[in-house]
């Protein structure tokens, strides 16, 4: 079985350009991935794209054709969608194509255009990754879900909503130098505290901000990476998929991700390493409660403890164990479609040593990716390694 | 229910059960218990399911006050959302009580109410 190089990145700028069009956005990130690789579109045997809300926000269906002719690729297009994992399950899609030897060379990303819908219409579109009938038509909100793992969290495990502002300080201050971020300013736990309530116990700065933006990797076979002298020492060595139930309240867990536990042992033993081996994490911070049950999910702290971690300062820049060094979807923003491949290339590029937080992950040979899709009804995660 | 409303068979079927007062679940060979429109049982992947008498009042397990809400339910905010367990089955709906007022632990009824922004109907947890 062939190994999978992550032979380019590239990544828009995360924020409001209600503006720009799903088809400009991935174009971007698509050549912008294709010369960091030093790849020509010819050699594109295939794209993986993944979109969620593109027939409400753009009133577009069938956007990978569309998408490869945007970056100029005549090579078949698929669009994947799992929610807020659509590209997450793209990239493990385009992972296992080329390891059972049917492609080469496969772009794979996704793109979101959100703003354009404002505030109530980007909540009604999240919405719908929810059970329409029995959770949408009782007012949930994608906030509101969240929510109640939230104070489900905290009558079973503890915690408090400081423990929680504690994660969205950190992921803000990882922002800060990350020029793809939405929002590269630091806040406070009062900050946090005192911002308008969405859904108790979150308010607006425990939740990832509306984004748009587009995400792309160019995935290479080993073989092809070293006939054409590719840099491309950073490898998808394992990767993994989980589902659940698609309502809350029929899940056996109110304040845990089974879904994200199948996916990370499947990637764990994909890869053959275990949770001790990670060095770093990029997860599914959506909401600050978020990258609580994702950490807890991928093995990094046990259950009940990940509540804790950031305020401890475990999981910070200067910690034993940082995560979201991208600045997460809390500060680096949330183009829905485009995060689960953003969070590999803000990934690679850590550990390629060329993001700007990379001196925090010095010497590190071992992420892992954490993307959700849902209340986690569907999760990706990916083990990445670099070559010392 | 707005003029554009679409029946949705199993949903609204349990709709006019639980306001007829015969609210009922689906009941999995191991006691697992599942809202309507369900054909197998996602625990066991039974399509044995039998129709069973929902028990009159449920305990809420979590719950949040919604205060930016979808815009269907624009001017219903602040409203408290909530997950509660009735016997085997949980359901998900709006507490009709002040937000404050709600809390885990509370006993409560199901019912149907009208929201105040489209007049749909939905699933109301009325404090007992």
Redesign the interface.
């Known amino acids: 079985m062939t190994d999978v190089r992550i032979a380019g990145v590239g990544l828009t700028k995360f924020g409001a350009s209600p503006e720009r069009t799903g088809r400009d956005l991935f174009a971007e990130a698509g050549l912008d991935a294709l010369d960091d690789a030093g790849v020509d579109q010819d050699d594109v045997e295939a794209l993986f794209y993944g979109n969620f809300m593109g027939e409400l926000a753009e009133h577009q269906g069938h956007q990978g054709p569309l998408m490869a002719e945007a970056v100029g690729v005549d090579a078949p297009a698929t669009r994947y969608e799992a929610a807020c994992a659509s590209s997450g399950v793209a990239v493990a899609e385009a992972v296992k194509n080329i390891r059972n030897g049917e492609r080469d060379v496969v772009l794979v990303g996704g793109a979101e255009r959100m703003t354009n819908l404002g505030?109530?219409?980007a909540?009604?579109a999240l919405?719908i990754a929810a059970d329409d009938?029995?959770?949408?038509?009782?007012?949930?909100?994608f906030?509101?879900a969240y929510?109640?793992?939230?104070?489900?969290y905290f009558?079973e495990y503890g915690g408090e909503r400081e423990d929680l502002a504690a994660i969205a300080v950190k992921n803000h201050e990882n922002a800060v130098p990350n020029e793809k971020a939405q929002y590269q300013r630091e806040i406070s736990i009062e900050d946090v505290i005192e911002a308008?309530?969405?859904?108790?116990?979150?308010g607006l700065y425990d939740s990832c901000p509306i984004s748009d933006g587009a995400s792309a990797l160019v995935l290479t076979s080993e073989e092809f990476a070293e006939e054409h002298d590719l840099d491309a020492p950073v490898s998808i060595t394992g990767t993994g998929q989980g589902g659940d139930?698609m309502?809350?309240?029929?899940r056996d867990f109110?304040a845990r991700s089974p879904a994200a536990d199948k996916a990370a042992a499947e990637a764990y033993a994909d890869a053959g390493i275990s949770a001790d081996d990670v060095d770093f994490a990029e997860v599914h911070d959506c909401f600050t409660i978020a990258e609580v049950l994702a950490m807890e999910s991928l093995g990094l702290f046990e259950v009940g403890e990940g509540i804790s971690a950031a305020r401890d300062g475990k999981t910070t820049r200067e910690g034993e164990l940082p995560v979201n060094l991208s600045g997460g979807l809390k500060a680096k923003g949330h183009p829905v479609g485009a995060t689960g491949a953003s969070q590999l290339a803000e990934m690679a590029s850590l550990l390629r040593g060329d993001h700007p937080n990379s001196e925090y992950v010095e010497g590190a040979t071992t992420g892992v990716t954490h993307n959700a899709g849902g209340t986690v009804a569907s999760a990706v995660v990916h083990v990445l390694e670099v070559e010392q | 229910m707005s003029d554009d409303e679409t029946y949705d068979a199993g949903y609204d079927d349990w709709l006019d059960a639980v306001e007829d007062g015969e609210a009922y679940y689906l009941e999995g060979p191991e006691g697992d218990g599942w809202l309507p429109p369900r054909r197998v049982d996602p625990a066991t992947g039974s399509r044995e399911l039998t129709e069973k008498q929902l028990p009159e009042t449920g305990e809420v397990e979590t719950f949040t006050v919604v205060h930016v809400p979808t815009p269907a339910f624009e001017q219903d905010a602040p409203f408290a959302t909530a997950i509660a367990r009735f016997g085997p089955a949980r359901i998900t709906g709006i507490v009709e009580a002040d937000p404050g007022d709600v809390e885990v632990g509370m006993t409560v009824a199901v019912g149907v109410m009208e929201t105040e922004t489209t007049g749909d109907r939905a699933v109301v947890f009325r404090p007992q």
């Open positions: 505030t109530a219409g909540t009604e919405a009938l029995w959770e949408v038509k009782a007012g949930m909100t906030p509101g929510a109640l793992m939230a104070n489900a009558s308008p309530m969405v859904a108790e116990p979150l139930l309502a809350l309240h029929d109110l």
